[in-house]
Structure formats: C-alpha cells, structure tokens
C-alpha cells in the first residue's frame, strides 16, 4: 500500500483523494511501522521549506533511509524541494540530501510567487510522464525552485523566462514541484504512473 506521509503539512488531503479517485489504495499516517511497511512514500506540503522539515523532524532520516534501500519516493511541491541537499527559505535549512542541488528564489524579474498553468516538456525517459506525449500543462503554486546540480538526476522543465525544474527522477526517487493532484486529468496521469511504479509494474 501507498503511504502518504502526514505532518500537518498543507495538501495532504487532496493527495489522498486524488489516489482515492484512481482506485489505488492509499493510507494517510505518520506510524514509522507503516511507514516501513508501505510499497511506497508520497511526501507532500505547502509551506516554507524550513516549517516544513521542522514539522517532519526525525520522520525525514526514517524516509531518507528508505528511498536510500529503495523504496519508491515521490515528492510533492515542497516535498519536492525537501529532496534536495538544503534551501534559503527565511534562512538556511537542510534537506534530505537525496538529489545534489540547493533551493532558491524564483529569479527577479517574474511574477512572484509563480501560480498557475505551465507547460512541461515531458523527456520519454522519465517514467512518471509514461503516456502523456511530450508535453503537457501542469499547476504550480511556489515562489522557490530547485537548482538541480545532481549529474544522475533526470530533469524536466517549464519555461518561466527561465528552464524551471518542474520535475526530477533519480533511480526510485521522484519530486514533482508543480501539484499533480491539482493538474487534472495529465496530473492524475502522473500519480497512476506512481503507483504502478510503486506496484513494480513501471517500466
């Protein structure tokens, strides 16, 4: 079963139905033992990136050792940049540490905080993107981004006056910064691709 990782972070919830919608069975917990026991992890969130980690505490190394074994992972919004080695969000705090990178503020010179429908050049290599073409529009709602360093990391990005990371796959760990439970139909393309993944049946 699919854990949803529950820290009283933001979009839980919606997660949660939108694995509902697709008939895949989901649970909602922060039990470490279910935690151990899921086929895989969703880490979702709205918020500041340091209230983020905060509010995981010692849940963040029990997920870092996971993905590290090899549990599938799958990174929401700020779940997505909590992947990365650390952020300058209202000052510096470290991450997971699972893909080389830091996040940063959305470049000068855009509409901050960057909200709506972007379009995302889809690579044929990045299994959560498996049927949806080659591009697609997804809904963001953030004023950070990742800078990807990380040399393993497969990366697709949106343009927003500059390529904007909007998503990465590194082995079994994948993030999202755009929130497919709010991106329709591709978005729940992309949570179905998850789960088979996390069913052993992606390719």
Known sequence: MLVVIDYNVGNVKSVCNAFDHLGCPVELSCDRRKIEAASA???PGVAAFGFAVNALGSLGSVIKDLALAGKP???ICVGFQMLFD???EFGTHNGLGLVSGDVVPIPPGRVIPHMGWNKVVLP????LFAGLGGEKHFYFAHSFCANVTDK???VAYTDYGFKLPASIQKGNVYGTQFHPEKSGQQGLQVLSNFARIANGRGN
């Open 41 to 43: 992890l969703v880490l």
């Open 73 to 75: 992972l799958l990174g």
């Open 86 to 88: 650390k952020s300058s």
């Open 124 to 127: 044929n290599d990045m299994v």
């Open 152 to 154: 393993t990391a497969k």
